[in-house]
């Protein structure tokens, strides 16, 4: 193949891509002026698993533990970089999704599978935070200045990631148009997606939901938790396929970890079931 050749079969593949909805915009170049708009999708993915029921369970643990669990740190984080990393170069490579890469190279069930345990974790989780940030704005008028930071915390996180998770999530098994970058007017199925995920939990939280809002914020992570690992193991699965990730598959270390923290979170759930009510 010529040079020529191979430069219009290139063009061919990425005009191909522009024409899919579930693409996302081309990255622009970095400048001095646009590094903070560079970083942004890494820091809204870091704050983004400090959510109102992160943050309740982190207070939790730390007030009946103290530092007596920091041990697990030595083991919790490699395993949690993994996972991560493994994440990140899904979308690195693919340009997609979970759920834009199982609709294009896995069988429709575990599609619907995994879109609908995304959906169902993050609508109670929805539901269990808006009921917590209507708390929290009552301790805030009410309480002292000292559980200000609390409040805030709990307020200012949660409701457009969770939302948007299974916005993307529904969007890409539907092949609709997905980003917030993207107008109301060209993605709307997008956002009807957003605002009814979070239309939902609001009626959860008001009709079906009547436990504390801590108690609520914590349960909600537990069923994250539970719902995380089979996601976890289609998402190695995914990554270990070169039908999916062509010449970039994972390598003998990340698969270690990936599959590491995968037993663990299955392990934890199992362990979870076994023991309740005792």
């Given at each position: 193949?010529?040079?020529?050749?191979k430069?219009?079969?290139?063009?061919?593949?990425?005009t191909?891509?522009?024409?899919?909805?579930?693409?996302?915009?081309?990255?622009?170049?970095?400048?001095?002026?646009?590094?903070?708009?560079?970083?942004?999708?890494?820091?809204?993915?870091?704050?983004s698993?400090?959510?109102?029921?992160?943050?309740?369970?982190?207070?939790?643990?730390g007030?009946q533990?103290?530092?007596?669990?920091?041990?697990?740190m030595?083991?919790?984080y490699?395993?949690?970089?993994?996972?991560?990393?493994?994440?990140?170069q899904?979308g690195?490579?693919?340009?997609?999704?979970?759920a834009?890469?199982?609709?294009r190279h896995?069988?429709?069930?575990?599609?619907?599978?995994?879109?609908?345990l995304?959906l169902?974790?993050?609508?109670?989780?929805?539901?269990?935070?808006?009921g917590?940030?209507?708390?929290?704005?009552?301790?805030?008028?009410?309480?002292?200045?000292?559980?200000?930071?609390?409040?805030?915390?709990?307020?200012?996180?949660?409701?457009p990631?969770?939302?948007?998770?299974a916005?993307?999530?529904v969007?890409?098994?539907?092949?609709?148009?997905v980003?917030?970058?993207?107008?109301?007017?060209?993605a709307?199925?997008?956002?009807?997606?957003?605002?009814?995920a979070t239309l939902?939990?609001?009626?959860?939280?008001?009709?079906?939901i009547?436990?504390?809002?801590?108690?609520?914020?914590?349960?909600?992570?537990?069923?994250?938790?539970v719902?995380?690992?089979?996601?976890?193991?289609?998402?190695?699965?995914?990554?270990?396929?070169?039908?999916?990730?062509?010449?970039?598959?994972?390598?003998?270390?990340?698969?270690?970890?990936?599959?590491?923290?995968?037993?663990?979170?299955l392990?934890?759930a199992?362990?979870?079931?076994?023991?309740?009510?005792?």
């Open positions: 193949m010529t040079t020529q050749q430069a219009g079969a290139q063009a061919g593949r990425d191909e891509d522009l024409d899919d909805p579930t693409q996302p915009t081309p990255p622009k170049g970095v400048t001095k002026r646009g590094i903070l708009s560079a970083l942004g999708p890494g820091l809204i993915t870091g704050a698993d400090d959510d109102p029921s992160g943050i309740a369970t982190y207070s939790q643990v007030s533990f103290g530092y007596g669990l920091l041990w697990t030595l083991f919790s490699p395993l949690m970089a993994g996972i991560q990393e493994i994440s990140a899904i690195r490579v693919t340009g997609r999704g979970i834009g890469n199982l609709r896995y069988a429709p069930t575990w599609l619907y599978l995994m879109v609908g995304v169902v974790a993050n609508v109670i989780n929805l539901g269990a935070d808006i917590a940030m209507g708390a929290a704005v009552r301790l805030l008028v009410g309480g002292p200045y000292a559980r200000l930071l609390f409040v805030l915390g709990i307020v200012g996180t949660g409701l990631v969770l939302a948007g998770s916005a993307y999530a969007g890409e098994a539907l092949r609709l148009p980003g917030l970058n993207r107008d109301v007017a060209y709307r199925g997008f956002y009807a997606i957003l605002g009814g939902i939990g609001l009626v959860l939280n008001f009709h079906v009547h436990l504390d809002p801590i108690k609520a914020l914590f349960w909600s992570a537990v069923i994250n938790g719902v995380a690992g089979p996601i976890m193991v289609l998402m190695l699965l995914m990554a270990s396929s070169p039908r999916v990730m062509g010449e970039f598959t994972l390598n003998a270390h990340q698969k270690t970890l990936g599959w590491a923290a995968t037993a663990v979170m392990a934890a199992v362990a979870l079931f076994a023991t309740w009510g005792k």
